[in-house]
């Protein structure tokens, strides 16, 4: 089984639902997760999900060690414009694993190594995004030249000494693996013939990001509005066994279209974690409404 590894700088202070992800992650026990983070250790982190503590500021001065450039910022999010070159940043946790990843923390894995297959793991790069690189969740092969592969982005050093939010994973990183986002996939396999940079690279759409710009996989924008989590498996009201649920859109109205309306459904709540989900084994459910416990009306398909 090849070994993978998501190295998460986070800093800060861990969300209401950090308890749900760790658990999500949990139920991967043959995936590893690196955090970086000022946020202190939680006390029930499982063996895969292990914790480095660090300053922002002593971050912010490895960043600069490592890449020689001038990494100054107030904002932690920035961090996100560092993600092409985490494997370069932190090589030295590397040893043995074939790949290494970043991700976002708000979701809620399912089953990984289900959509993880050795045919999957044999690309370049794995995005869950048919068209661009996915910031929350995404892969790349660990060894020298794709750990290098942010050095030849255009003006990389001025990209990534930024004080502000710049795409560089989406945006940047895509346009070198890709070209172009819409471009159609044989273009982009004669293109690898010649460009190494764009060769052999897995963008295939998950349908994990709720209330997307794109439709849900029946072709309509009418997303599931519950989720189901349960043992390590996460599906929708159909039954349908999906990768992992990235709630960006219900937590915040940052990135949300105008067809969902001018409020994200978690602005509203008091708060997100119901507080009767006490017994995580029994599962849960993301909705609009939170995190809340699974229903005895709730779908039985959850348990297969």
Not at 22 to 37: A, G, K, Y
Not at 259 to 264: H, I
Request: proline share 6%.
């Amino acid at each position: 089984m090849k070994k993978i590894i998501f190295l998460m700088p986070y800093f800060g202070c861990f969300p209401e639902w950090f308890d749900l992800y760790l658990e999500s992650c949990r139920w991967n026990p043959t995936i590893d997760w690196l955090f970086f983070t000022d946020c202190g250790v939680p006390e029930n982190a499982p063996a895969n999900v292990r914790f480095i503590q660090m300053s922002f500021q002593a971050y912010q001065q490895l960043v600069c060690d490592r890449l020689n450039i001038s990494f100054q910022t107030h904002s932690a999010y920035t961090v996100c414009n560092l993600r092409p070159a985490y494997g370069w940043i932190h090589q030295e946790h590397l040893a043995g694993y074939d790949y290494f990843g970043f991700g976002d923390i708000d979701v809620i894995y399912g089953n990984l190594r289900a959509f993880y297959t050795d045919a999957v793991l044999d690309y370049n790069t794995i995005s869950t995004h048919s068209d661009r690189v996915s910031g929350h969740l995404f892969l790349i092969k660990n060894n020298e030249y794709w750990v290098n592969a942010f050095r030849r982005i255009p003006d990389w050093q001025n990209l990534m000494s930024q004080p502000i939010n710049v795409p560089m994973d989406e945006g940047y990183f895509t346009k070198q693996l890709l070209g172009r986002k819409r471009l159609p996939s044989f273009l982009r396999r004669l293109w690898g013939i010649v460009d190494p940079d764009k060769h052999h690279h897995l963008f295939q759409e998950r349908f994990s990001t709720v209330l997307s710009d794109r439709p849900w996989m029946n072709g309509t924008y009418d997303y599931p509005t519950q989720w189901f989590w349960h043992r390590g498996k996460l599906t929708v009201e159909t039954g349908e066994e999906l990768m992992y649920l990235h709630f960006m859109n219900w937590k915040s109205r940052r990135y949300l279209r105008k067809r969902y309306g001018d409020q994200a459904a978690w602005e509203k709540l008091s708060q997100l974690v119901d507080p009767n989900l006490t017994d995580l084994s029994q599962g849960f459910c993301i909705s609009p409404l939170g995190f809340t416990p699974i229903e005895s009306t709730a779908p039985i398909a959850i348990a297969l």
